[in-house]
């Protein structure tokens, strides 16, 4: 119930591509869903973050996509660059409350 | 630079050993929360303080682990007589606590914590 499933673990894209990376859950009463984007050796940081009352919010190349009757959320990374190679996670929260679930993480490499 | 600041950032401790990382907070906040991430993980939530207070140390383990959020000074999570299975990348975050976006954590850029 309190988990987030991420898809897929790895990744490769080449440059201008668009890289993809899904996640689903099963508790309803999550209502807040950001992507964090980890470099090694650094914390994670915001990228982007949706409420379950749009479909979809984009920023700049990133864009989530929001299916609530589906419980599954997604990002889309537009121009993929090598600079976007990262370990992405998404997580989950319940509003009011501060436990985010995270996902395992999605390790994309953007060739050159 | 007014991010969530670490310290150490790396850390070598042998098994039986303490470890004490700290943390402060992003100016303005109050709430901090600590996470675990082991290598090839999510983060784990271990335990959510403010000021003087422990609100939820749920995903602590029940022995050597404690956290503290004095009223002056850094968060500091101890790990006593460590073993080599609490190496990992130990992560802070912190929250304003307030208003539409209290629940936004900003992470610090953690502490890697070796067990020899």
């Known amino acids: 119930q309190q988990q987030v499933k991420q898809s897929p673990q790895s990744l490769i894209v080449q440059k201008g591509g668009i890289s993809i990376i899904n996640c689903a859950y099963e508790?309803?009463?999550?209502?807040?869903f950001p992507w964090y984007q980890q470099f090694p050796g650094k914390g994670p940081a915001l990228l982007i973050a949706?409420?379950?009352?749009?479909s979809e919010k984009k920023e700049g190349r990133f864009t989530i996509s929001f299916n609530k009757s589906a419980k599954q959320f997604s990002l889309h990374i537009m121009d993929s660059q090598p600079g976007d190679s990262a370990t992405y996670f998404c997580?989950?929260?319940?509003?009011?409350?501060?436990?985010?679930?995270f996902g395992t993480g999605t390790r994309l490499k953007v060739l050159a | 630079n007014a991010g969530v600041m670490q310290n150490p950032r790396h850390l070598v401790r042998r098994r039986g050993q303490e470890a004490r990382l700290r943390c402060s907070p992003m100016?303005?906040?109050?709430?901090v929360y600590w996470y675990r991430q082991l290598p090839e993980e999510g983060l784990k939530f271990m335990v959510y303080?403010?000021?003087?207070?422990?609100?939820?140390e749920s995903g602590m383990p029940k022995e050597r682990f404690s956290a503290e959020f004095p009223k002056e000074g850094p968060s500091i999570l101890r790990i006593q007589q460590v073993v080599r299975g609490d190496s990992a990348a130990y992560f802070c975050?912190?929250?304003?606590?307030?208003?539409?976006?209290?629940?936004?954590?900003?992470f610090g850029p953690g502490t890697r914590l070796t067990v020899t």
């Open positions: 100016k303005g906040h109050s709430h």
């Open positions: 303080l403010q000021k003087e207070n422990i609100i939820d």
């Open positions: 975050a912190s929250s304003s606590g307030t208003g539409i976006v209290s629940y936004e954590q900003y």
């Open positions: 508790n309803t009463a999550f209502d807040y």
């Open positions: 949706i409420r379950p009352d749009v």
């Open positions: 997580a989950a929260l319940t509003s009011g409350t501060y436990k985010y679930i």
